[in-house]
């Protein structure tokens, strides 16, 4: 063989050897129809007006439908909107598509948060991301302890309890209904009464409880001593009372019927309103009575009694109370009243100059045909116990003995069920001025207070308003009207009425 065709013949071999040896491109042939289209997961859900950071808890699948603007017909798209992050994804063409899910029912109350998701937008070729937009069909309310809990319970407008949700309890409502909610204290058989105006509260409203907590500090929460006591209670807020309320001074809950009174200056009327909504519902004049300055309200089976003893300046020798029918009270617009007028054996001087004086009062309970006045000492803070009997007449009050409360007290009410009493009231000054209080007494042995008392704060005059009227309500519970507080430029609140939860704690 010459050489020419040995050199043919190892030529040939060494292209065939590289050629055997040369790797595939790893890069396939782009595919048309995958490289036009939009891979799109889902980011957040943003629901209107919902602002709260609680977790939301949603129906397990939701069938999303996504429609081309222009042309094709509707895509459905199962995803799993609990899941984080939210699973499932859409495959579409590039275009301008809506989007749109609606739960199939909206319960009163539910475990999982009935919404109406709709909107826009455009999907583009490639991976994109989409948060979903909407609107709750419900509100939330989420029930938050720093302790083991039992469940807590709504019993009104239903029983049923709350759901669970790692260490919260949360339950979601579709309703109009004033909402009561009991919720356990720990290592007791006592509970916590909340009341929810469902028609006022924001979308998510969290409640937390703190125990044990010693702290006075009042941030809308509950706070328990070692032993349960609430030493801070939520006063909720149920509705703001109209203009003509702004010098409201007290409360009767009489025959499931709530009246009120404004104080000294106004009109010599007793107006009926209506606790969850604030409307006046009739105003009822009392013809031969004069308001030099009405602060507080009692009542027997019969009577209801006007406490005319307002008293700033401590000048007045005019003292009165009025006594009014309770038939009358509940049919005519126009009434007659009977009069209490009395002193304090111990006032001399009546310059009514100050008010460093122990004869201004603003709170008063009837029991077993004798008024019990508590008076408000706007210097020494405390409260001096007189005693009157409740039949018409000129008397001397009797002089019963100082309640050592360390507060300024503006109304007062006993439980018909369980005689236990309860003083409302403010403290002007210390370390933390204008707080509102609720003093708590087991009730009366004989004529005297028990000597033990508990307290609760309740809040702030600055957010709250001046507290001005209490009275038992139902199951032990209590409402406080609240008068406007009024400082030009700084704060404007209305009268308000509220509702404490007292029921479960004694």
């Not at 006022?200 to 409880?209: A, N, P, Q």
């Not at 031969?288 to 089976?301: C, F, I, Q, T, Y």
């Not at 309860?422 to 002007?428: I, S």
Request: hydrophobic share 35%.
């Amino acid at each position: 063989m010459d050489m020419r065709a040995l050199h043919t013949i190892f030529l040939f071999i060494a292209i065939f050897i590289h050629a055997c040896g040369e790797k595939e491109d790893p890069t396939p042939l782009p595919d048309p129809d995958t490289e036009n289209r939009s891979e799109i997961s889902f980011g957040s859900i943003l629901l209107e007006d919902w602002v709260a950071e609680t977790g939301k808890i949603y129906e397990e699948n939701w069938e999303l439908t996504v429609n081309l603007t222009e042309g094709s017909s509707a895509q459905k798209f199962s995803i799993k909107p609990n899941q984080i992050p939210i699973e499932g994804k859409l495959e579409l063409e590039p275009g301008l598509y809506t989007y749109a899910y609606e739960s199939p029912s909206s319960p009163q109350f539910s475990d999982y948060l009935p919404v109406n998701i709709s909107g826009s937008f455009e999907a583009k070729a490639g991976k994109q991301s989409l948060d979903l937009e909407g609107i709750a069909k419900s509100k939330q309310v989420v029930i938050s302890p720093n302790f083991e809990s039992d469940f807590p319970q709504l019993v009104e407008p239903e029983k049923l309890n709350f759901h669970r949700n790692t260490a919260d309890f949360y339950l979601y409502f579709n309703t109009e209904e004033l909402l009561k909610i009991n919720i356990p204290i720990p290592e007791s058989s006592s509970y916590l009464t909340e009341f929810l105006p469902s028609s006022r509260v924001d979308l998510s409203t969290r409640i937390s409880i703190k125990w044990p907590e010693e702290s006075y500090f009042y941030n809308d929460e509950y706070h328990l001593d070692a032993s349960g006591w609430p030493r801070v209670l939520r006063s909720i807020e149920l509705n703001s009372l109209p203009a003509s309320q702004n010098e409201t001074s007290g409360l009767a809950w009489i025959a499931n019927r709530l009246f009120s009174i404004n104080d000294g200056e106004n009109s010599n009327e007793i107006h009926e309103i209506d606790p969850v909504n604030g409307e006046v519902v009739r105003s009822i004049i009392v013809e031969n009575a004069l308001n030099v300055d009405w602060e507080d309200l009692a009542h027997s089976d019969t009577h209801l009694y006007i406490g005319d003893f307002g008293n700033n300046l401590g000048g007045r020798k005019d003292l009165s109370i009025y006594v009014v029918s309770i038939s009358d009270l509940l049919t005519a617009d126009q009434i007659q009243a009977e009069k209490i007028e009395f002193y304090y054996p111990n006032q001399t001087d009546f310059s009514g100059n100050s008010q460093n004086h122990r004869f201004d009062c603003e709170a008063m309970v009837y029991k077993e045909g004798k008024l019990h006045l508590f008076t408000k000492n706007w210097q020494s803070e405390d409260s001096d116990h007189y005693l009157l009997s409740a039949e018409p007449g000129n008397y001397e009050a009797e002089f019963l003995g100082t309640l050592p409360i360390d507060g300024l007290v503006t109304a007062a009410d006993i439980d018909p069920a369980t005689g236990r009493v309860v003083l409302l009231g403010f403290l002007r000054l210390g370390s933390h001025p204008l707080e509102q209080w609720l003093w708590f007494f087991d009730g009366f042995s004989g004529n005297q207070l028990t000597d033990s008392y508990r307290k609760s704060k309740i809040g702030y005059i600055p957010i709250r308003g001046f507290p001005e009227g209490i009275t038992y309500w139902t199951a032990g519970n209590a409402l406080i009207s609240s008068e406007r507080f009024f400082l030009e430029g700084v704060y404007d609140i209305p009268p308000i009425i509220s509702a404490v939860g007292l029921e479960g704690l004694f």
